[in-house]
C-alpha cells in the first residue's frame, strides 16, 4: 500500500514535485488538475493569464492520465502534470489565435511537435495563455500577478503570469528578442530558453526564423531541465539541430560544481535602474572569488541594432500578410515594424545575420575560463504601465547569440517587485549553465528543496 503523504495545496507544488507525487500514487492527476482549474477561477478575472482553457478537457486528459497508471501503462517525465501553452503554438482541439483578431476561431487540426513532445511525456494542456499581438510588442490584457498595475512582459506575458500565480507550475513561450527572459523577471519565476536549435518550432508561428526560440517558465531549475530533456530535432525544423539529452541526469543528478562566473558589463548597464545596480553589485559580492569582472569589446554595443534589423526584416517577410488582410485590427506598433522592415536594405540585412556567428565565436575564450555570464535580465522592476511588455535590452545580445539563458529570481525591487538575474551558456552546453544556475540557487538560497 502507498503511504500518505502530507502534501498541502497541490497546485503550489514544483513540477519535479507534482511529478513524483504522481507517480508513486500519493496525488491523482485529476486532483492536482482540479487544484489549478480552482486557482485559475479565482484568480484569472484579475490576471488575465488565458487566450482560451477548458476545465472539462484538462479533466478528461488527467482522468486518462490516472488511467494510465492505474493500469501499469509505461508514464513519461511529466505524466499527469498541467501546462500552457502561449497561444502561436499549435494544439489540436484547441484554438490558436496569435494574439490578433485577424486569427479569431482558428483551430489547427494536429498539434506542434513540441505539443506533441509534452503530451508524450504525459502533460495535461490546460489551454493557451496569453501573447502579445503576433508575438510583438503591443501586449494583450494580462496583468502582473502581483500587482495588476504593472506589466507582466511580453510577449509570454500570459505564460509568465500562469506559472507566477500558481495557475500552472509550468508554461512553454517563446524568445525573439527578450520574451521568455525579461516576463520571467517581471513575475518572479524561472524562465529558460535553452540554445538556439534545441527546440523544434514545427507549429509555432514563425515570426523570426533566425532569432525565435522557444523556452519555459516554471519554479526550479529542475522543472525547466525536465521539460527540456524531452525536445530536440523533428527533421521538420531545419534550424534544430541540438539534442538537449538528459539534462536532469548531465547537470543536476549530482551534487553542485563550484563554477567561475563572469560578471560582464555591457554596453546598455546605463539603462539600470538605481535599485537594480545596487542590488546587482550585492550579489557580485556574495560571489566572492567565484565572479570576475569581464568587458566586452566595443562591437557588442552594436548587437541591438543587428537583432532589431533581422527581426523588422524578417517578421515583414513572414507577417506582412496580416497588414495586407486589414490594418484596422492590427495595432500601431505593429504598423510602423512593417514600415521598418520594408525600409531596410537586403544588403543591411544580410550583414546583421553574417554579426551572429561572429559575435558568438567571439564570445568563445570567455567561455573557456567561465561557466556563465552573469547579467541583470531586465533593468529593474516591472514598469507599472499596461501598455508597454517592458524593456528587453539586457537580452538582445544572447538572443541574437542564440546562446542558452536563464532568468533567476533573486532580487526584490523598491515596491516589494520580482526582479531576475540572468545567466547566460555557452552555446550547446546548457548542462553546464543550469548547473551553474543550480549553485547559484543554492548560494542564494540554501534552505531551499531544489531537488527532483
Partial sequence: MVERVEIGDPASLTVSQMARH?????????????AC??????????VHAWAHYDPQQA???????????????PLGPLHGVPIGLKD?????????????????????TQDATLTQRLRNAGAVIVGKTVTSELAYFHPGPTTNPHDPARTPGGSSSGSAAAVAAGMVPFAVGTQTNGSVIRPASYCGVIGYKPSFGSVPRTGVLKAAQSLDQVGFFARSVEDVALAATVMGPDGQDRDCGLNPGPLLDTALSAPPVTPDIAMVHTPFSERLEPATTEGFAELVDLLGEHGTEAALPDLFGRSAGWLATIMASEMTRNLGHYAERDTDQLSDAFGALMDQGRSIAAVDYLAARDMQPVLR???????????AIITPAAPGEAPADLSTTGDPIFCSLWSLCGLPAITLPLLTGPNDMPVGIQ?????????RLLRTARWLLLQCSPDEETGP
Avoid: C, W
Avoid at 482549474?37 to 484579475?46: K, M, V, Y
Avoid at 486528459?61 to 501503462?73: F, N, P, S, T
Fill in 37 to 46: 482549474l480552482a486557482r485559475i477561477e479565482a484568480i484569472e478575472p484579475s
Fill in 361 to 371: 565565436e567571439a564570445l568563445d575564450p570567455l567561455f573557456e575560463r567561465f561557466d
Fill in 22 to 34: 504522481l507517480a508513486d500514487g500519493a496525488l491523482s492527476s485529476e486532483t492536482v488538475t482540479k
Fill in 59 to 73: 479533466l478528461m486528459q488527467a482522468k486518462e492520465a490516472d488511467r494510465r497508471r492505474a493500469m501499469g501503462l
Fill in 423 to 431: 545567466l547566460v551558456g555557452a552555446y550547446g552546453q546548457d548542462a
Fill in 88 to 108: 502561436i503554438i499549435d494544439a489540436r482541439g484547441m484554438p490558436t489565435e496569435n494574439g490578433t483578431s485577424l486569427d479569431a476561431g482558428q483551430r489547427p
